[in-house]
């Protein structure tokens, strides 16, 4: 079992930037892949970013590619997700997910999911 906790969200002004952290705990990430997805009021859960713990390939939406960067530390147990250049559109909860094997873009194929921290944008 892993638990998850997302933390680091919070209010910032368009063009800011804020990091978002997920802690493991219960057992280490590897070999998991671990998930950025957000979900803003009524929309679906939405992909962002994904990292596989054991090389640290990525992937992320175009949506956020060369503004956000996910990364990883073995030693704290934790996934990061610097954002840069935030916009309002990326107002939403994110979450972390972890998954055995290679990430995915698919929300479902994620067993394990933190509570989410809530992102804020003002214009």
């Known amino acids: 079992q892993v638990q998850l906790v997302e933390s680091g969200g919070g209010l910032v002004q368009a063009g800011g930037s804020l990091r978002l952290s997920c802690a493991a705990s219960?057992?280490?990430?590897?070999?998991?892949?671990v998930g950025w997805f957000r979900q803003a009021p009524g929309k679906e859960r939405e992909f962002v970013a994904t990292i596989t713990w054991s090389g640290g390939n990525t992937y992320y939406a175009d949506s956020v590619k060369g503004r956000f960067t996910i990364s990883r530390d073995s030693a704290k147990n934790t996934v990061y997700l610097q954002m840069n250049s935030l916009k309002p559109e990326d107002t939403a909860v994110y979450y972390c997910a972890s998954r055995a094997g290679y990430g995915t873009t698919i929300y479902r194929g994620y067993e394990y999911w933190g509570r989410g921290t809530q992102v804020t944008v003002s214009s």
């Open positions: 219960g057992r280490p990430f590897s070999p998991y892949a």
